[in-house]
């Protein structure tokens, strides 16, 4: 896909609407005039690459030199696509005009930098998170996270959650004790997982408490407590759990001290936080690591993770009429009647046939459209306690999820296909190893000249 950022190709300048940058984030300045050169070079093809990339919904554009060129890529649903590529010199312009429009010092190479720009696309306003990541020597690679701040996954229902999930986690909180972490995969929403399980908690019931360093007061009723100075963690645990604090909630788990100290007070209050685990399994075993099995025994009450999985484009999904053996094979409710799947691909051979992107205007042929999320929720049952106590491993933890009906990953996306939000397909492939299968995802659209 040979898209072309230029600005010399008038000849195909299409109508396109384009994105309107609105100053630095987080406070930095920026100067367009210091650098009249890069912005006469470079500020049309970075706008251009930026609108382009936000009609494609990527959540993550990615610059970065490869053999003398610059390659882009564009990241939509947690899938990489390829976008294009720019001669070495433009391309460098590009990335240190981005720098500049972020407020990045544009010289500097050797040493990571972050800000962000404001934008507006489209009627809709986004944060574009701005990284600059070394590679070697006066080489850097540009990532650009594109975040839209009306969109918040932290209440579990716009979350996507179904109700009786939300429901079981309320019910782990409601004793005002014990533990419920969130975990998860690199870049799968941990933290808006531990909020949507803060979310769950009712805050005109209980007295909610944010230990942690980032502000989460957009909740209601959420108190954010004030370390006083020369207090340890114990002392300020102590002096929230005085203030009748119920429920507290903690800054990812990252140090052990810090992991042992809240299980000592987990029989006074009930802890939510995350923890830095793939599976729930994991960090079972990672938790018995850092305080023992007794105390994980004891107090953890449940940890949930979840994995976003592509939605099929809802404008070209294809219902079919599954047969009974496969409905029996999957486990899904013998009454389904219809299941979707992606449209098939247009014949390669037949010169009339449409084009990928003329298949679907919504999709461009993808055909996905925005991910969903399924769960996993291991609890602390007494089966599950005795695997902690006297035979704990990844697989006998697992075992036991199944055994005690739990609900795990792989079930739970089976509700996202009996529903008809995904293609069984899909599910297929974002549970396969990695490194295994290829994803089997139709080319990007073919460029247009
Ligand atoms: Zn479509």
Redesign the pocket.
Known sequence: MARDFDDDDDDDEEDVEQVLFQGPMMGLETNLKQNPRLVKAALVPAKKMISDALSRRAGTIILEPVQGRVAIRFVVDGIPYPAGALPGQRGMAMIQMIKVLAGLNPQERNEGQSGGIYAEFAETKYNLLTQTIPLQPGVERLRIRVVNPRISFVSPKPAGMPDDLSEQLRSFTQESKGIVLACGAPESGVTSLSLCALHSVDPYLYSVYNMGARGVHTMMNVTDYEYEEGHDLEMSFDRVLRREADILFMDPLRDPAVAQTMFEFADRACFIGEIDAPTPADAIIKLVEWVGMDLVANHVRAIISQKLIRKL?D???QAFRPNPDLLKRLGLPPGTTVLYRAPSPPDEDDEDAPTIEE??E??D???F?GRAPVYELLEMTDGMREVVAANLSLETIRQQMVTDNMRTMQKDALRLVAGGTTALEEVQRSFAPPGGRKPKDRPRPRPRD
Request: charged share 25%.
């Open positions: 484009c404008d070209c999904k298949l679907c919504d999709c042929g993808v055909p459209h």
